[in-house]
């Protein structure tokens, strides 16, 4: 099995502001079976088992394609085989273990804009602490890591349409509930 290692800086998924700000600073590592590589255009096509490593970003997919600019931004498209997904998880700064995961048939990610789209079946959770807080599920989800903004339309090209599907949100309750009042217990005579 041919191993493609690519000095390319990646931040799929949560971004640089949610996403660990120590990912940022640390070498992309993609592997795969083959790669075909152009370093005239800065042009990468990743074929069989594509697994990009970042810090605490880890990335999996069937293939894909990654460009880098001349003036250096990078962009990537991870792409999954009929009934596979793209599957994506990286931690994020804040107190507790708090990490973004998700998944989609397929993943774009553009350096220059720092905007990350979920095409066709996509999901995104937020956990703390094992626990899920947030999760969001639609035809398309994009998410913008300057600004932390979502948005969820309701076919994979991102448009929305009448009669085109319906996204869900589920935000889990901060709040806890109050306890049980306790029993007063009855003494026999």
Do not use: H
């Amino acid at each position: 099995m041919k191993r493609c290692i690519l000095p390319a800086l990646l931040l799929l998924a949560a971004g640089q502001a949610a996403a660990e700000k120590a990912d940022a600073y640390k070498p992309t590592q993609i592997t795969c079976r083959s790669c075909d590589a152009n370093s005239l255009t800065g042009t990468f096509t990743l074929a069989g088992g594509v697994e990009v490593n970042r810090g605490s970003l880890t990335i999996s997919a069937d293939g894909g394609r990654f460009e880098e600019s001349p003036a250096g931004y990078q962009r990537i498209l991870l792409q999954a085989q009929p009934g596979n997904k793209v599957r994506f998880r990286q931690k994020a700064d804040g107190p507790g273990e708090r990490w973004m995961e998700g998944e989609a048939e397929r993943v774009e990610y553009d350096d220059r804009s720092a905007m990350v789209k979920l095409m066709s079946k996509a999901k995104v959770r937020r956990t703390l602490d094992g626990v899920q807080t947030e999760e969001a599920e639609g035809e398309f989800i994009s998410y913008d890591s300057r600004t932390e903004e979502f948005t969820l339309r309701n076919t994979s090209t991102g448009e929305d349409r009448p009669g085109g599907g319906r996204n869900t949100i589920v935000l889990q309750s901060k709040r806890k509930a109050p306890p049980a009042p306790a029993l007063a217990t009855m003494e026999k005579p």
